[in-house]
């Protein structure tokens, strides 16, 4: 694994992007980062530091527009203040379109669907049947690129319910804060 990696490396430095796509380019970034993750209106409870690990896409309409899709395995969920935590993990699949306010810097925006993986509770169960399978998010957030790579930070703000059955009938979702690094190099 650590070969590969280290393959992956440098065939990724050979090659030479701008610092924002062009018109009509395709880029594609692997992504590794961290997520600060809660569960909304859940009492006694704590944010969870989780990773993110995947690669986004980007296609260059203009010299200011873009538009970005990617696939990222998330870990979320929360902690509770009095002991373990509510691990949630997720492949999420996040959709947005990027506008450069100045080269390399820009604001983003979007929508992004997600599918649970995997569940457990505080005590380690696997809780799969008590949540849903699909989770959909609104992600609003800016990145900078400088000599190809990309530092990204977002909030997402889940819009579905989290629990199929909420539990103490709250309205519980996700809520997460993300920060990623990535290295962009042109298809």
Known sequence: MKKLLIIATVLMAAVTTHAQNGVGEITVAPTFGLNWASITKLDHTKNKIGIAIGANAEYGFTDNIGLSVGMLFSQQGTK????????????????????????????????????????????????????????????????????????????????????????????????????????????
């Open 80 to 187: 509770f203040k009095r002991s373990g935590k509510m691990r949630l993990d997720y492949l999420t699949f996040p959709i947005l379109a990027n506008y450069y306010v100045m080269d390399g810097l820009a604001i983003k925006a979007g929508i992004q669907p997600s599918i649970l993986v995997d569940a457990s509770d505080h005590d380690n169960h696997n809780c799969m049947g008590d949540c849903n399978k699909f989770d959909l998010a609104i992600p609003v957030g800016a990145s900078y690129e400088y000599k190809n790579v990309v530092f990204d930070i977002r909030y997402n703000i889940g819009l579905l319910k989290v629990y199929k059955k909420e539990i103490t009938n709250k309205n519980c979702h996700n809520s997460i804060f993300q920060i990623t690094a990535g290295y962009k190099f042109k298809l």
